[in-house]
């Protein structure tokens, strides 16, 4: 973007295309070290959970999400069954939190992944960023 504009005798021009697209290359490195972090918390059990990350908005926008039946409620900690009693539901069938802690059996595996990633890589995240939005 370019920005134009005089004070006075003072003529302003402002190119912020190098920002841009530093800002933007930092975006899509910030999510894919977010996946890469992730994966030693996501809990497993056959590892389709691992794979299921995704961009929602692109590789350049601002969101990762884990696309499985179970990921919400894997990353909640919590049983959660149906009406009946069931922990399969059929499909738009709602199922209840109860309370039950899930065990994870997987050593470092916890639910709340990204917050214990970002806890434990938070700073590393943020230098990344700065760094790359910092390039010449």
């Known amino acids: 973007m370019q920005y134009n504009k005089s004070v006075g005798c003072v003529d302003i021009h402002i190119d912020t295309k190098r920002i841009d697209n530093n800002i933007r290359n930092a975006q899509k490195l910030l999510n894919m070290q977010v996946v890469a972090d992730c994966d030693e918390y996501i809990p497993m059990a056959q590892g389709a959970l691992r794979g299921s990350a995704n961009y929602p908005d692109g590789i350049y926008g601002g969101q990762v999400a884990w696309n499985t039946p179970y990921a919400h409620y894997q990353y909640m900690g919590e049983l959660y069954l149906t009406e009946d009693g069931r922990s399969f539901a059929n ?46």
């Open 91 to 136: 499909k738009g069938e709602r199922k209840y939190p109860i309370g039950m802690p899930l065990v994870q059996h997987t050593p470092e595996t916890t639910d709340h992944w990204f917050d214990r990633a970002k806890e434990t890589h938070g700073k590393q995240w943020v230098d990344l960023v700065k760094r790359e939005a910092g390039k010449e």
